[in-house]
């Protein structure tokens, strides 16, 4: 176990879920019209664990955080594919194709 002295300086990504109220649309649909959801505060996003709105400052770091993540496995798997070209071109680089 690590002695910890004073308070933590470091931000931990809490996880989140879509709202079951608005189904992660942020709105609810009145009878004449669209109102904002008042179990998420109109985010779509709630905490896993209660089931509450997040603070907005919370919010942003956890979906910056996840956005950051998204990013590097899609540029990973856009590394890991394999490069296609179309080769139209036969023999030698010319255009002529045997016919």
């Known amino acids: 176990m690590r002695k910890q002295h004073g308070p933590d300086l470091t931000r931990k990504v809490k996880p989140i879920s879509r709202c079951v109220t608005?189904?992660?649309r942020g709105v609810t649909r009145g009878v004449f019209y669209e109102m904002e959801c008042g179990t998420c505060a109109g985010t779509g996003w709630v905490d896993h664990a209660t089931g509450q709105a997040m603070p907005a400052e919370d919010l942003v770091f956890t979906l910056s955080h996840r956005l950051l993540h998204l990013?590097?496995?899609?540029?990973?798997?856009?590394?890991m594919q394999?490069?296609?070209?179309?080769?139209?071109?036969?023999?030698h680089g010319s255009h002529r194709t045997g016919d």
């Open 22 to 24: 608005c189904h992660g």
């Open 71 to 79: 990013e590097q496995q899609l540029a990973t798997l856009q590394r």
């Open 82 to 91: 394999p490069y296609e070209s179309s080769n139209r071109r036969g023999p």
